[in-house]
């Protein structure tokens, strides 16, 4: 059994976004936000990505401008560390190590030098008590530094980034949670408490939320669970503060910001309404609706001019100051459950799985974005607490990506369940998937499972789908009519069923010879050809959970996994079992590209992986605990670009990467540590022009733009002199300030490097003049020469010589040779 190794589990795409506060810069240029264990960096004009920022080995908890330098910016991770980035490079600059997970980072530039952080209160993840801690970052040159010097604030903090908050110029911050709002001045070294019953006196819940301070005025904006702001002042008078109230919102308000200028107040919920408060005039509001989903954070650029809100769905809105939305950085959509397998598709390669409600969405899993969503039910999604409508449940591809095959269903309390099937076909110039046949009620119970034939060479497109009904039906894609209008449409082309058993899975063998068709402990081998029964395999009185045939040369091979913990392969030349063995499988997966298969073991409240190949008896890989809770959803997805991995452990990665979704629904892969240190390398090269943003149309054309520009540059140098001071230019505008001696002292060294030599240049002039003037008598010996040769062997021999041969020729003869005479 070969360990893990180098390979780790980690956050590669398809990561949450809207789990921070995402951070404006001071240009607006640029968007950061916290995904997965990375930074990423859009550009707000393009809504492209233009940097990762890869380093930290858990998850990113926070993102914060420098405020001495509004080019660089700090992140925190629950890996106990912080790091100072160059976001315009994508290059890592320092590492603090703070020795305790972090879960938010704040800092005030009245605070130089100091960061604070939130931190658990013992050194263990799973404390639920949780302290404000001032750090001194330690001027010193190395990259890896430890902070030592800690120093706690506030005990008993809310672990909620928005729960905390700098006031005006630093003096004061404050801190929310439960039915307290605690304010610690630094100046005095004292903190105020002030509390809320836990109900009104109308029944609203005041609890707080979230906490905003203005930056001009002694004011705290708090946010409650009841839909109400608050307005507190005078809270440096333990018994003397005040607090106005606001209310617009019907639930918990879960973000709150002011404007750089104090002006406004934002505010943002689950209404999906981004609500702007006048400042001292709350009757006058302006509101901008239909949002999309439910709004969890609200940030706003140093300058005003852009607005951003993250959302619920996994989506970031950028809002001009005008309250117009400019730009839309949409994620993967992660809802409360996946209800479709995880499926690639053959011709984008993106990942397909549940969207928004009733929609399908295809994300590319390489640049980390979302292309585009299909919707399947088309109707209008009403968003009401308890009322049933229709969901996409199943999903299926075609081997080559030309027919897209869901299941919609609607179980409402009164009526009967409402199923509907439906086959889309690939549109060539929309390049989307357009409704081909709808068939409503193609089972009268609910679908378990659905397939299609993935043989390449099969003359005819079939689908396969079980049910609870005790059948399942083969539909088969028909020849299109002799009309013009009409296209080629399916229809059902079997019904089996066997001894009234309940069908759960259903599988077709690689080159769609045959077909598996589980009924609860018993499967049944099919041939799609004549639909005859081929056999019987027969297991101990337990329901086969998932059926799998192998690929390659173990297709002879069909392995099944059973609820009596047990994971079986059967040879179906011999129709006999091969081997079996005690495992709590909890999803069993091949990979089209090669023998693999994984098993996802679920024990001891976590879940192993076991890579093998069904004809060897040891497994190829195994990762223990690869997360807690139980696997139900992962794919084989296959790579752009080949790894050429030697290693015996992470061969199995080479042609397809291994994704999966936890009980969190966190998207996770498998890397090594090779491909680690690439992508990490590839990120530090990165440079953004300033001129150009980094879009697709802007990597198509700047290849062609880069190539004139090298044609350009080469033609000149080849026609003039490069300083020798230009290779020490370039190096000092492309060297990070961080890592540069001060100004003072390069200052001398670059304005010599710029000047040009007098005498050098009068010396090259010289040599130029001689040059011209040479060259003129030449032209006029050349002209006087011709009409003085009389004999014509001569003029036949001059023509066979070119002119610049003819030249030096001359050039030779009007040379001095008198000093050879003496040697006579």
Not at 62 to 82: F, R, W
Not at 180 to 202: A, T
Not at 343 to 367: A, E, I, T, W
Not at 781 to 805: F, G
Request: proline share 4%; glycine share 6%.
């Amino acid at each position: 059994m070969v360990g893990h190794g180098d390979i780790r589990v980690v956050h590669r795409g398809g990561s949450k976004i809207n789990s921070r506060q995402p951070v404006i810069t001071q240009d607006s240029r640029f968007l950061l936000c916290a995904s997965g264990e990375c930074v990423k960096v859009f550009s707000t004009s393009t809504e492209e990505c233009v940097h990762d920022l890869r380093g930290h080995t858990d998850a990113v908890t926070g993102v914060l401008l420098k405020p001495s330098n509004h080019l660089q910016a700090y992140s925190c991770s629950a890996d106990g560390t912080v790091r100072l980035w160059d976001f315009t490079e994508g290059i890592h600059i320092k590492t603090y190590v703070i020795g305790y997970p972090v879960y938010s980072i704040y800092a005030s530039a009245h605070h130089g030098g100091v960061i604070f952080v939130v931190t658990p209160m013992l050194n263990d993840k799973r404390s639920e008590v949780f302290q404000l801690v001032a750090v001194h970052l330690p001027q010193s040159g190395d990259q890896l530094v430890e902070a030592l010097e800690l120093s706690a604030v506030i005990s008993d903090v809310s672990s909620n980034p928005a729960a905390n908050c700098f006031g005006k110029g630093g003096e004061f911050i404050a801190s929310a949670k439960g039915l307290h709002l605690e304010v610690f001045f630094f100046k005095k070294q004292k903190s105020y408490r002030f509390s809320l019953k836990e109900d009104n006196k109308k029944g609203g819940k005041n609890t707080f939320m979230c906490v905003a301070c203005h930056q001009k005025e002694d004011c705290i904006a708090t946010g409650h669970e009841d839909g109400k702001i608050r307005l507190w002042r005078n809270f440096n008078h333990k018994k003397e503060y005040t607090y106005s109230t606001l209310h617009w919102h019907h639930s918990a308000v879960s973000s709150l910001c002011f404007t750089p200028e104090g002006t406004n107040l934002l505010s943002g919920g689950l209404e999906s309404v981004l609500v702007q408060w006048r400042y001292n005039q709350e009757s006058q509001r302006d509101f901008l609706p239909r949002l999309g989903s439910a709004i969890t954070h609200i940030a706003v650029s140093p300058d005003g001019a852009l607005f951003c809100t993250s959302h619920s769905d996994n989506k970031i809105t950028i809002i001009q100051s005008s309250v117009k939305v400019s730009a839309v950085i949409q994620g993967l959509v992660k809802g409360e459950s996946v209800r479709t397998d995880l499926m690639v598709d053959p011709r984008s390669k993106s990942l397909v799985l549940n969207g928004k409600p009733g929609q399908l969405q295809f994300y590319s899993l390489q640049r980390d974005k979302l292309l585009y969503n299909l919707d399947i039910v088309q109707q209008e999604y009403i968003h009401e607490s308890g009322l049933e409508q229709f969901e996409v449940v199943k999903a299926a591809f075609d081997a080559s990506g030309s027919w897209m095959a869901t299941v919609e269903e609607r179980n409402q309390k009164a009526a009967e369940l409402e199923l509907n099937l439906k086959l889309w076909a690939f549109d060539e110039q929309t390049q989307s998937f357009v409704l081909n046949t709808t068939i409503s009620t193609p089972h009268e119970a609910r679908i378990t499972d659905m397939c299609f034939c993935h043989a390449a060479d099969s003359q005819t497109t079939m689908l396969v789908s079980t049910s609870k009904d005790g059948h399942f039906k083969a539909w088969q894609l028909s020849a299109a009519a002799h009309t013009e209008d009409e296209g080629p449409s399916w229809s059902c082309d079997f019904v089996g069923a066997y001894h009234s058993l309940v069908p759960e899975r259903c599988c077709f063998s690689a080159d769609g010879s045959l077909l598996a068709v589980s009924f609860q402990e018993v499967v049944t081998v099919w041939s799609p050809a004549s639909w005859e029964l081929l056999t019987t395999l027969s297991q101990p009185p337990q329901a086969i959970r998932d059926l799998c045939f192998g690929r390659l040369s173990c297709s002879k091979y069909l392995l099944g996994t059973t609820a009596s913990k047990l994971l079986c392969c059967w040879n179906l030349l011999t129709c006999s079992l091969e081997w079996s063995t005690t495992m709590d499988v909890s999803l069993l997966l091949a990979d089209p590209l090669t023998e693999n298969m994984a098993a996802f073991c679920f024990q001891a409240g976590g879940t192993d992986l076991f890579v093998f190949k069904p004809s060897e008896p040891r497994p190829l890989f195994s990762h223990k605990a690869v997360c807690s809770g139980k696997v139900t959803r992962a794919i084989f997805s296959p790579r752009e670009e080949m790894l050429e991995s030697c290693e015996e452990s992470s061969q199995w990665l080479n042609r397809s990467q291994l994704h999966f979704l936890t009980q969190y629904m966190d998207l996770m892969t498998f890397t090594t540590k090779a491909e680690e240190d690439r992508l990490l390398a590839s990120s530090r090269q990165l440079v953004v022009d300033d001129s150009v943003a980094m879009t697709p149309f802007y990597l198509l054309l700047g290849k062609h733009r880069q190539q004139e520009t090298e044609d350009a540059v080469s033609s000149s140098l080849s026609s003039d002199t490069v300083p020798q001071s230009s290779a020490a230019i370039k190096q000092l505008l492309q060297t990070p300030a961080h890592v540069m001696p001060s100004t003072s002292y390069l200052c001398s060294m670059f304005v010599q490097s710029l000047l040009i030599s007098v005498t050098d240049t009068r010396e090259e002039n010289k040599h130029a003049e001689e040059k011209m003037d040479s060259e003129r008598e030449e032209e006029d010996s050349e002209e006087e020469m011709e009409p003085s040769n009389p004999r014509p062997q001569q003029a036949s021999e001059a023509c066979s010589l070119t002119k610049a041969q003819l030249r030096e020729l001359r050039r030779v003869r009007k040379q001095d040779h008198s000093w050879s005479a003496g040697f006579l």
